[in-house]
C-alpha cells in the first residue's frame, strides 16, 4: 500500500479506521510508519486523534447523535 498515490479522500478513510482500530494488523503497521515519516499524514492524525478523543469525552457525558461521527468523516472528506 503507497498512501501517497491514494487519493486524499481515501487516505482519510483509511486514516479514520486507524483511529477506530478497525485496521487489519499489517495496514495499521504501515499507516503508523507512514505517519512517523510523513508531516501532513502526522498532523492530519493528530487533529483527528483529538476531534476523537473530544468526541468520546463527549459521549461519556451526553449521547451526541449516531451522525456526529458521520458528519466529521464527511466534513473531513471536502478538505484539498
Ligand atoms: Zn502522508
Do not use: W
Not at 10 to 25: I, K, M, Q, S
Not at 27 to 56: D, F, M, P
Amino acid at each position: 500500500m503507497k498512501l501517497e498515490t491514494l487519493s486524499c479522500r481515501r487516505r482519510v478513510a483509511l486514516l479514520l479506521d486507524y483511529l477506530d482500530r478497525e485496521l487489519p494488523g499489517p495496514e495499521r503497521k504501515l499507516l503508523a510508519r507512514h505517519r512517523a515519516a510523513c508531516r501532513s499524514c502526522a498532523s492530519l492524525l493528530t487533529t483527528l486523534e483529538r476531534t476523537v478523543r473530544t468526541l468520546r469525552a463527549l459521549k461519556r457525558a451526553s449521547k451526541p447523535p449516531a451522525s456526529a461521527r458521520r458528519a466529521l468523516a464527511a466534513s473531513l472528506r471536502n478538505i484539498d
